[in-house]
Every structure is written in structure tokens, then in C-alpha cells.
């Protein structure tokens, strides 16, 4: 491990790009994620990397998918506003299944809504926000430690699995310095490239796992790149039974390996009667309301998701069963409550504690909402 650092969360964002092989990045300031893109124009050029300000989202994930085609590792980063123009491209780099990382580093919206505020309101756009039925994997960090780890985990997941990955976290994560020591290598997963025996490439033939190799454009391989739905020789095609096959694939390729991608904390549930269950800062913010409730006494633990997408059922089904009362803590109005709700399949009441006020959720709030739900002082 490298000496404890004095780091911002945006900053070991940057860190854990160059770390894992990151050499482009493409971009648009936006608040709170500027920082991403002023370091990355400092750090990238001194290690052979390029970085490109473009004129808008929609041509900065244009550039870094173009990137990946041509064999580069690369990257871009935004808020709410720019996340949403980036829909379209982030459809055809899953459809092309073209590796990329997108970080989204949330804000209160709708629209231009309140640039400087925390908020958790683009979670349910990280999911569905391109048209279409597609697959999702969707990291959510709460500390500066671990934006570095998710960092690297989306590149990694992002090439084992063609497949745009999006980091999402939000400003007071993005802003909040903290004392960390960053490893001083990390674990990097490449695509898998074609046999070069010689025989035909077909570039969507998948493998067994679901996943088909990858070749650079320009290293000898021959295909057809599109966002039309398409069979494994890589050309268009309107023949239903091999655009259902598409889809599924693209779907199980991802959801086959749930155990594989899924990341969730369980704190203090082993006997717990009320769970919270909360993610990103708010996370943060409930582990410290179970340590205070704990040292008064009230049994409650914590489900905190790494993970969003594909979101972790099983997990939280197993945690409804254990317990009296789910409180969902979110900074929206309700944006995972409902696959809580689907989770748990009335084995336990699912309470909500939602805020759109631009404020951050406090333990102060989560003590008071488990203490009006356990009848007692928390």
C-alpha cells in the first residue's frame, strides 16, 4: 500500500482509471464532476494517455466508445444533465457491446435543478434511462476508498463483459477529502481477443459465458461495428429469432453472472429486528445510525448495496426474513424502494425515509425513523 494520502473522491476516481489502465478520456465540465476532467488533462499526458474536452456529452461517450473499438481503455465523467444527453450512446455501446466507463457524479435535478447539492436521483436512469430492453451494471460507492475500488472494478467488469459500466455516486462523495492509503497495484482484466489460428472470425460468436472476444480495429480482424440489431457475423438483420437470441444474450450475459458482479455490506443483521437498507453517503450515514442505536440498545443492522444493477434480490430477501422492518433511506422519492418492496415479498414492512430537499441524509433523521418504527429510543 502506498502512504496514507489526504485525497478528494473525484481525485482517487481519476487514480483508479490511471491504475487499471485508463489512457483516454473524453470529456464536458459539469458540476460537481469537474474535477475528474481537470486531473485527467494534468495526469494523462505525462503516461501516453489522451485527453479530449469536447464539445458536449453526446460527442465525449461518442469519443470513448470510438477509443474502445481501437483497443484503448477509456473514460468519461458528468452529472445529471449530461448523463441524460448520453442515453443514446450508452444503448449503442451496449448493443455494439463496446467497453466503456461512464462516471455520473449525481446532483439535485430535475433539469438544472441544484448543481451544488447532493441527490440520488439518477438511479433509476442509470438502469433505464436508453430505450430498449438492455442489461445494466451500476457501482455505487460511498468513500473515497471505495470510488478508487469501483473505479477499477467498472474497468474490470466493463472488459469481462463488452459492456458499458457507470459509477455512481454523488457530490458530497465526489467533494469529501478523506486519509487513505491506495494500493500500490491493482487487479486488471483485459477483453478477450480472437484465436489467431487462422480460421474465420465471426465477432459476435460468443463464448460459453456468454461473451464474445474483441478485436482492436486495425489488428488484422475484419468486422462490421452497429447499433442495429444484428447476428453473430456482425451485420444487420431483421430475423426475429436472431434478434430475440441477441437480447437474451446480452441480458444472461450479464445476469448469469450476478454472484460475480454483486457487492453488498451486512452490518450488525445477525440479529437485528429493523434493517436500513441505503446506499452511497447515505450508506455512510446509516452505519453510524446502527452504531448509535446499537450502543443504546435498539437491534438494528444495515444492507448497503456496492452494487445497484443488477440489484441484489436475493440479498434483501434474505435480509426481510430476518427481520421486523426494512427503512429505505434514499435522497429521491423512492427510486429502489420498489425492488425493496419486490424483494421482499411482504416478509417484512418496508418503510421509506426519502428527501429531495438537496440536503443529505443525517444519522440524527435515521435515529428518529427507527426509534417511530421499533417503538422505542434509538
Not at 197 to 221: I, L, N, T
Amino acid at each position: 500500500m502506498s502512504d496514507v494520502q489526504l485525497i478528494q473522491g473525484n481525485e482517487a476516481c481519476v487514480r483508479g482509471a490511471l491504475a487499471v489502465g485508463c489512457r483516454f478520456y473524453a470529456g464536458y465540465p459539469i458540476t460537481p464532476s469537474s474535477e475528474i476532467a481537470e486531473q485527467m488533462v494534468r495526469l494523462l499526458p505525462g503516461i501516453g494517455g489522451v485527453f479530449i474536452q469536447m464539445e458536449d456529452e453526446i460527442a465525449s461517450l461518442a469519443s470513448i466508445i470510438g477509443a474502445s473499438i481501437a483497443g484503448t481503455k477509456a473514460m468519461t465523467a458528468t452529472s445529471g444533465p449530461g448523463f441524460s444527453l448520453m442515453q443514446e450512446h450508452i444503448g449503442f455501446a451496449t448493443m455494439a457491446e463496446v467497453p466503456c466507463v461512464i462516471v455520473n457524479v449525481m446532483r439535485g435535478g430535475p433539469s438544472t435543478g441544484l448543481p451544488t447539492s447532493p441527490s440520488q436521483g439518477d438511479v433509476m436512469q442509470a438502469r433505464w434511462g436508453t430505450h430498449g430492453d438492455h442489461p445494466a451494471i451500476v457501482l455505487a460507492p460511498s468513500s473515497v476508498g471505495e470510488v478508487f475500488d469501483a473505479t477499477v472494478r467498472a474497468f474490470n467488469l466493463s472488459e469481462r463483459f463488452r459492456t458499458p459500466v457507470i459509477v455512481l455516486y454523488d457530490e458530497i462523495v465526489g467533494h469529501t477529502r478523506e486519509s487513505v492509503a491506495l494500493p500500490d497495484s491493482v487487479e486488471i482484466v483485459d477483453r478477450i481477443q480472437p484465436n489467431s489460428d487462422g480460421s474465420e472470425f465471426w465477432p459476435k460468436r460468443a463464448a460459453a459465458d456468454g461473451v464474445p472476444p474483441m478485436s482492436a480495429f486495425g489488428d488484422g480482424h475484419r468486422f462490421h461495428i452497429t447499433g442495429l440489431t444484428h447476428g453473430e457475423r456482425g451485420f444487420p438483420t431483421n430475423d426475429p429469432q436472431v434478434a430475440e437470441a441477441l437480447i437474451t444474450r446480452l441480458h444472461r450475459k450479464v445476469e448469469a453472472h450476478a454472484e460475480e458482479i454483486i457487492e453488498v455490506e451486512v452490518f450488525m443483521m445477525d440479529d437485528a429486528e429493523t434493517a436500513i437498507f441505503a446506499y452511497g453517503i447515505v450508506g455512510r450515514s446509516a452505519r453510524e445510525a446502527v452504531l448509535r442505536a446499537r450502543a443504546d440498545g435498539v437491534k438494528v443492522g444495515l444492507i448497503r448495496p456496492l452494487t445497484l444493477w443488477p440489484f441484489p434480490y436475493a440479498q434483501v430477501a434474505e435480509a426481510a426474513k430476518q427481520v421486523d422492518t426494512l427503512v429505505v433511506a434514499e435522497m429521491n422519492l423512492g427510486q429502489l424502494i420498489g425492488e425493496v418492496e419486490r424483494a421482499a415479498v411482504g416478509q417484512a414492512e418496508i418503510v421509506g425515509y426519502l428527501r429531495v430537499d438537496g440536503e443529505p441524509i443525517t444519522p440524527t433523521a435515521l435515529l428518529n425513523v427507527v426509534a417511530s418504527v421499533s417503538g422505542g429510543q434509538a
